[in-house]
């Protein structure tokens, strides 16, 4: 098992920026991915990035050029820099963790663009 605990969240206005930080509770070296996604109120969670542990990264199509994910085995730890922010990037982000098939989620932080 693994526990997933995001942090950085909070409120912003447009055109700002916000590192996201999840911390692993134990070594992510052998999870084979980790990802953040997003729930908008209303909305279904959806996916916004991703890292495998070879490092290869994976940005949604509508999100590239603005957000950028990155992942330090040594800190146990995965970051979602999100930069020009708008008002639709509002939502609870989570962090995520693919291990052999079994998906481990943090409990989410809020972040809030205002405009």
């Known amino acids: 098992q693994v526990q997933l605990v995001e942090s950085g969240g909070g409120l912003v206005q447009a055109g700002g920026s916000l590192r996201l930080s999840c911390a692993a509770s134990?070594?992510?070296?052998?999870?084979?991915?980790m990802g953040w996604y997003r729930q908008a109120p209303g909305k279904q969670r959806e996916l916004v990035a991703s890292?495998?542990?070879?490092?290869?990264?994976m940005v949604v199509d509508s999100l590239k050029g603005r957000f950028t994910v990155s992942r330090d085995n040594a800190e146990n730890t995965v970051y979602l820099q999100m930069n020009s922010l708008k008002p639709e990037d509002t939502a609870v982000y989570y962090c995520?963790?693919?291990?052999?098939?079994?998906?481990?989620w943090g409990q989410g932080t809020q972040v809030t663009v205002s405009s």
């Open positions: 995520a963790a693919n291990e052999f098939g079994f998906v481990y």
């Open positions: 134990r070594s992510i070296f052998s999870i084979n991915s």
């Open positions: 890292v495998t542990g070879g490092g290869s990264t």
